[in-house]
Structure formats: C-alpha cells, structure tokens
C-alpha cells in the first residue's frame, strides 16, 4: 500500500478501535509522579480525535487504576461482544510505574505459577495500590492479551510508558536523583509477587496453545522463538512498543507529559497535518521518526540533554499501519543510508552478505513501493566493507543534493559476484538462452551442481540439489512458462529464466557464506507433552531423545505424523553475547526470517545497546518448548515424497537490519509481491550456525 492510503479506508470506528487507557500519578506507597495521567488523557483525546467513541475507551487514573480496577479492564475487554476478530483492534496503553524482579525472588507457593517461564526476570506494571498488592507481572499481562488476540482480535498493541529493567530498577535510586524538570518511571524493590488463588483464578491459562493458533501461524513447519518478559505479549498478533529498552529509563517532564508519550503523539499528528491517515504509515515508519522529538524532549532548560531515551517496536505485524490491520508496504530489501559530512554509508556490510562494486539504487523511504521512491540517476557503488557497514561512491546525482537518510537497494553484482553451479543436459537451450553470464558455471556431474535445470516443450523447471549423510536429494523449487508471445511469435522465455537464475545466485550466496564460531551450536531433538500447571487446560512439550542433527549438522527425520513436534534449542557457551537471526532456506528459493529474527526496532538504527540481547555468553534459546512457543512441525506437500530445509542463524555482537536477507518466493517465481554508535574496545563480529533438515515421506 502507499502513503496515499485514505482516512476513510483504515480510520478506526466504533468497531475498529478498543482501548483500556491507565495512568497512575498518585501510588498509595509510592513515590508520586505528575504527568501520567496527563499521558492518558492526551492518548484517549487522540483516539476520540480521530473517530474513536467513548464507549470504546476504558480510561483508568490513580485511584481507578489499582489492582483490581486493571484486571476489570482487561475482564470488560473480554466480555465485549462488539470486538470482532478480523476487523478490530485492541490497544491496552500503561502510563505510570514499572519494576521488576528475578524468578529467584517468588515466594514458594508462587514459583508454580511461573512453571516452564525460563526467563529469570520478572517485569511488572505498577498499580496504584502497590504495596497493599503486589505489581502485576509479565505473565498475568501475557495470559490477557493472549486470550484477547486468541478470542478477540488477532491485533493487539501494548504501548507501554514506564520502565521495567531488573539490572536497573534493583540498584536505581527511585526517582532521588530527579530534578525539578524530569522524573523517572521507575521503583526499585517492589514488593513481593504473592497472589492467593482468588486472583490466579482470575487469570487466563498461559501455553502454547494460547499464543498462536492455527489461523495466526504462518506455517505449521515454521519455529517461533520463546520471548522473554513483556516480549512474550507479542508475537504474530501483538506488537509491543515501549518507552525504553532494559538499560535505560523512561524519562518524563514534570506536568506535562512523559518524553515516549509525547514524541509518539507528535510523530502522529505531523502525519495528520501532512494529509495522511496514521493507518498509512507502518509501526517501523513510527520508529524512524521518533529519535528526532525524543533527543529535543530529552533537553533540559539550559538545553543539555539529562539523559538517553530509546524506545522500540517489537512484533512480526509491526509493518501494518498504526492501529490498522492492514500492511503497509515496506520493502525489506531496502537498507538504510547515512552521510556523513562528505561520505555516505550503508547499515549493512560483511554480515549482510555485502560485496565490493555492487551497485545500489537510491530511495526515499520504505513505505511506498521501489519504483516510485527511486531517485533517478542516482546510483551507489559499494567501495569499502566493514562487519556491519559500507562506504559507498555516489554516481549520477551531484552530493550536495544527496539526502542525510535514505534507503537503498540491490541492483547488481559486481563480476566478481560468487558462481552458480548450474547442470543441464540441454546445451543448446543453454547456449541459446543462458549465453555466457558470468554469474553461471555449467557443471557435468550432478553431485557438483546446486541448481538444475530441466527443459520440456511447455514448461523450464527447476531442481535445487543438496547432499545429506552421502545422499543426494533433488527438490523441485518451481517452473516457468518455456515460451511466451511477442509481436514477431513464440519466443524462449529468456528473462523470466534470468531473473529465476538471478535468486538463485542471491540464494546460494547468502546460504553458502560462513563466519564459523565454535562457541554456538545448534541442537534440534523430538518433544513430549508434559503438564504445565494443574490449572493450565493446554499441555506443555519437553524434548525427549538424543540430538537429530549429526556432527555436520544435518538431520534426517521421517515425517509419520505432520503434527509431531520438535523443538530447537540454540547454545552460546562462549562469554560473548550474540544476536540471532533465524532463518529458513526452502526449496524454493525462499529466505524467510523466523524465531529469533524478530522485528524490534530501536530509535537508533546500528545502536545494539537501544534493544535488549537475546542470547548473551553462557545461555541457550529455546524454540517449541517452554512457555508461549509452537512446536515446530514438518509436512510435505500433495505429491512429494521428501524436502530440504537449510535453517542458518546468523550471529552478529551488535544488533543490526539483516531484513535485506530475505527472498519471498513470489519474487523468485514472478508473482506480485505482498511484502508488507559502537561501543568502545569492543571489536564487531559475526558468524553463523546451520541445521540441514531432511523431510522424507514415510512410504
């Protein structure tokens, strides 16, 4: 979709948009804050501003927002027969206090409840009257919101104004430190987690079950990655956007609003002021533009900044528009470009998979499509590679008209670009459609070949070949039409089999490139059912058996039921902490970003302390089993007897875009797409693991 999408298409109505609106200035033991509950009403004025009734909007303040007054918010949302599945969107928007705490610290009658929660740290909103009742954890906030994409809307956001950090909030000092000017949305020490029955009872079960049903996984043999504190609200159908990441703090203006609050606020009513619907820009395009009013919120009256703010968006649907269903057009192949004084740089380099004199076009942004944000005549020319970016040489387009942040994207490979190893026992269609492409070598053994190709009179086919155990199995990735019409008659389909070699070669290159790390290793086993709680309706999974992967990494695994499950499970015993990007290479040609690639995007692109690591040194991730995951799951298509996928997660130290990775299969077989500062002595790095699953039909 374009920016041109119009107000009366996606503008929420009264059974579009639902909110529970909470801010909380007055704590009953705590110390008090000025400017929630200005940060409520200013979001709940937003909501009527742009068509929202009342009676879609449950507002909470101080003493309406206790304990019990929240979870008759969340209750109310769920008894609303008006919230259609499909069409609605929930937003549940906290203002006010945040804490946390560690696992280690729940009383023993407590730690049931929190059975198969791997991740220590326990992140809490903070009512009203905490300390005559505890916070309310990620777990309780996780079981609503899941019921309510579950039963309600499979488009929830969590908006979230406070802090939650455990390393922070443990050792801060409450808000002393403070001026007359600014306050922080944070306590240390919250009271202790203890709930009597009365209060679990009324909380949903939390299992996998609860998290992605059928209609809302993208596919049954894809994993999804087990999030951790408030991160397990999200996943295909919540989306999270927080004030700060772990390591810094909510910061607010005293009486007049909090810094996250009033800078998402801002961002939204330019985007009103420019003519357009806030459904037509995507919660990534909200991220973009945010650093801009957080830095000049963030200044004090001598026009010192007082501290560091970063928010980020976590969630796969974070490319649909604000409180919208529908996606906006954001083409992941786009990175970001920065210049710098006289030199311009691209957000991606080694890791990425970037080479030397490629060339790249030039675009404004990434919410409209590639053609029409083109500036033409401009094209970048990659001249100097690092981990995780690139210096580029600007041609066609003078520098002083060369914008300070753009997007650029892929056009062509140097000749130097890595080699496809093609068989085709049709050597004149070969020389007569194929010619002498330098990106090509035609091999005469089937073992060295990665790709075949197959000629009959209607169709060109063709055949991905990998090696397993000393096995070699050939999958079909898809055909083409061999002839197409022109003015002059029926013609060899020569482009469309260039751009099918085309992916082909991307496909390989990205799959084929290796930065080996022997710390991190990769382990896929079969799972069981086990009891979660004796309350949870919905079964848990542990694994079971030794490790399927090999000592190369390959697995062979006989599908007899499709919903048999498995889990992944991915170990750094190193000291170093890591990224991870999942991704699963199909038969296809497809590259798709699963699990651990999920989107979260910070308010400062390259900065990898603005968003939480998900695997530091000393750890494992889980995917399948443990709390809020699907089970992963293989099944083969009517008519094939076997299939290949290659998963590849690439590590990086700092957070960074690895979106141009990806490769849709609508892309490859012609179909219109759908696509929705370093820290110091600290030397970047990157490196992968791969995991080959064979799927052979149980004849």
């Given at each position: 979709?374009?920016?041109?999408?119009?107000?009366?298409?996606?503008?929420?109505?009264?059974?579009?948009?639902?909110?529970?609106?909470?801010?909380?200035?007055?704590?009953?033991?705590?110390?008090?804050?000025?400017?929630?509950?200005?940060?409520?009403?200013?979001?709940?004025?937003?909501?009527?501003?742009?068509?929202?009734?009342?009676?879609?909007?449950?507002?909470?303040?101080?003493?309406?927002?206790?304990?019990?007054?929240?979870?008759?918010?969340?209750?109310?949302?769920?008894?609303?027969?008006?919230?259609?599945?499909?069409?609605?969107?929930?937003?549940?928007?906290?203002?006010?206090?945040?804490?946390?705490?560690?696992?280690?610290?729940?009383?023993?009658?407590?730690?049931?409840?929190?059975?198969?929660?791997?991740?220590?740290?326990?992140?809490?909103?903070?009512?009203?009257?905490?300390?005559?009742?505890?916070?309310?954890?990620?777990?309780?906030?996780?079981?609503?919101?899941?019921?309510?994409?579950?039963?309600?809307?499979?488009?929830?956001?969590?908006?979230?104004?406070?802090?939650?950090?455990?390393?922070?909030?443990?050792?801060?000092?409450?808000?002393?430190?403070?001026?007359?000017?600014?306050?922080?949305?944070?306590?240390?020490?919250?009271?202790?987690?203890?709930?009597?029955?009365?209060?679990?009872?009324?909380?949903?079960?939390?299992?996998?079950?609860?998290?992605?049903?059928?209609?809302?996984?993208?596919?049954?043999?894809?994993?999804?990655?087990?999030?951790?504190?408030?991160?397990?609200?999200?996943?295909?159908?919540?989306?999270?956007?927080?004030?700060?990441?772990?390591d810094t703090k909510a910061k607010a203006k005293k009486h007049k609003g909090g810094v996250f609050t009033t800078a998402v606020l801002e961002v939204l009513e330019s985007v009103r002021r420019r003519g357009q619907s806030i459904s037509s820009i995507s919660y990534v395009s909200l991220m973009d533009e945010l650093h801009e009013p957080i830095g000049r919120l963030l200044l004090n009256r001598s026009g010192v900044s007082v501290a560091t703010q970063f928010p980020h968006c976590e969630g796969f649907n974070s490319n649909r528009g604000i409180f919208s269903h529908q996606v906006v057009f954001v083409d992941n192949e786009l990175v970001r470009v920065t210049k710098n004084g006289g030199r311009i740089f691209l957000s991606a380099g080694h890791a990425q998979g970037v080479i030397a004199g490629a060339e790249y076009s030039v675009h404004q942004d990434r919410d409209t499509p590639a053609d029409s944000s083109a500036l033409l005549g401009a094209v970048l020319q990659v001249s100097n590679i690092d981990t995780f970016q690139a210096e580029l040489i600007l041609r066609g387009t003078p520098l002083s008209h060369f914008p300070e942040s753009c997007f650029a994207k892929f056009m062509r490979a140097p000749h130097n670009f890595p080699l496809l190893n093609v068989i085709c026992r049709d050597s004149a269609w070969v020389r007569?459609?194929?010619?002498?492409?330098?990106?090509?070598?035609?091999?005469?053994?089937?073992?060295?070949?990665?790709?075949?190709?197959?000629?009959?009179?209607?169709?060109?086919?063709?055949?991905?070949?990998t090696l397993v155990e000393g096995k070699m199995y050939s999958c079909e990735s898809g055909r083409i039409p061999r002839w197409i019409t022109t003015s002059t008659g029926m013609e060899e389909n020569r482009s469309r089999v260039m751009d099918v070699l085309h992916w082909a070669n991307r496909f390989y290159h990205h799959l084929n490139r290796h930065s080996a790390i022997s710390d991190v290793s990769l382990e896929l086993h079969a799972l069981e059912k086990v009891s979660l709680t004796s309350r949870d309706k919905d079964a848990s999974y542990s694994r079971i058996g030794r490790n399927l992967f090999n000592e190369n990494g390959q697995a062979v695994i006989k599908i007899d039921n499709p919903e048999s499950p498995f889990g992944v499970t991915l170990y750094n015993r190193g000291s170093i902490d890591y990224y991870p990007y999942f991704f699963a290479f199909e038969s296809d040609l497809s590259i798709s970003s699963y699990a651990f690639d999920e989107p979260q995007f910070s308010t400062v692109p390259g900065r990898s302390d603005t968003v939480d690591c998900p695997l530091p040194g000393g750890s494992s991730m889980s995917l399948g089993y443990g709390t809020a995951t699907k089970p992963v799951s293989f099944s083969l298509l009517s008519g094939m007897n076997h299939d290949v996928t290659v998963w590849k997660i690439f590590l990086t130290t700092d957070r960074v875009d690895m979106g141009s990775v990806r490769q849709s299969a609508e892309i490859v077989w012609g179909k219109e797409r759908v696509d929705g500062t370093d820290r110091e002595d600290f030397i970047q790095h990157w490196g992968d693991v791969c995991g080959t699953v064979v799927q052979l039909k149980n004849s």
């Open positions: 979709l374009s920016s041109q999408c119009t107000d009366h298409l996606h503008r929420p109505t009264s059974e579009d948009l639902f909110a529970l609106v909470i801010g909380i200035d007055r704590y009953t033991e705590r110390s008090a804050l000025s400017a929630s509950v200005l940060d409520a009403k200013a979001i709940a004025t937003f909501l009527k501003s742009i068509g929202v009734p009342n009676r879609n909007i449950i507002e909470l303040h101080n003493e309406g927002a206790t304990f019990d007054g929240i979870l008759k918010g969340f209750e109310a949302l769920g008894r609303r027969s008006d919230i259609k599945k499909g069409r609605s969107t929930i937003l549940i928007y906290f203002s006010g206090h945040g804490a946390s705490d560690y696992k280690s610290a729940l009383p023993k009658n407590q730690e049931h409840y929190w059975s198969g929660w791997e991740e220590n740290v326990i992140e809490q909103i903070l009512p009203q009257d905490v300390g005559r009742m505890p916070g309310i954890p990620d777990r309780m906030v996780a079981a609503w919101l899941n019921k309510l994409a579950k039963e309600k809307s499979d488009n929830v956001i969590l908006m979230l104004d406070c802090c939650y950090s455990a390393g922070m909030t443990r050792a801060d000092d409450g808000g002393q430190g403070d001026d007359d000017e600014f306050e922080t949305r944070t306590i240390p020490n919250p009271p202790p987690l203890t709930f009597s029955d009365g209060i679990w009872s009324r909380i949903p079960p939390i299992s996998e079950a609860d998290v992605l049903t059928n209609d809302q996984t993208p596919s049954d043999s894809r994993p999804t990655r087990n999030p951790s504190g408030f991160e397990v609200t999200y996943n295909h159908s919540h989306i999270l956007l927080a004030a700060c990441s772990r007569n459609v194929v010619g002498r492409r330098q990106d090509i070598r035609r091999v005469a053994r089937r073992e060295d070949a990665q790709l075949e190709i197959v000629i009959d009179n209607r169709e060109v086919a063709f055949y991905t070949i």
